[in-house]
């Protein structure tokens, strides 16, 4: 599976902006998919993910209540709607995904997830 994270920017804080990732290559729902963000200098974070099916998600606390993920498997992509962006909010956000489920990630490391996309860049300003 390749991934392709996109809608990425700047913003105000308060504002909001949706973030697709885009999947190619095989069977896209056999894969559940995060989202996660690395901020400057610190860890590589998760933000959201969702199941295979979508039926089951799960968000980090930071973002609970402003944050949305979801997915549409008949477009093979995976979105993060966010919402009240915080300056805190502002870093480099990743899609992954895993035919192991990544809620099993949560509190450990993120070593060996199968897929990764490259970057978006969001910067909520101040």
């Known amino acids: 599976v390749q991934l392709q994270a996109s809608g990425g920017g700047l913003v105000q804080a308060g504002g909001s902006l949706r973030l697709s990732c885009a999947a190619s290559g095989r069977r896209f729902s056999d894969y559940s998919v995060g989202w996660f963000r690395q901020g400057p200098g610190k860890e590589r974070e998760i933000v959201a993910i969702?199941?295979?099916?979508?039926?089951?998600?799960y968000y980090a606390d930071s973002v609970k209540g402003r944050f949305t993920i979801s997915r549409d498997n008949a477009k093979n992509t995976v979105y993060l709607q966010m919402s009240s962006l915080k300056p805190e909010d502002t870093a480099v956000y990743y899609c992954?995904?895993?035919?192991?489920?990544?809620?099993?990630?949560?509190?450990?490391?993120?070593?060996?997830?199968?897929?990764w996309g490259k970057g978006t860049q969001v910067t909520v300003s101040s």
């Open positions: 992954a995904a895993d035919r192991v489920p990544l809620q099993s990630r949560v509190g450990g490391p993120l070593d060996g997830i199968e897929h």
């Open positions: 969702i199941s295979w099916s979508g039926g089951s998600t």
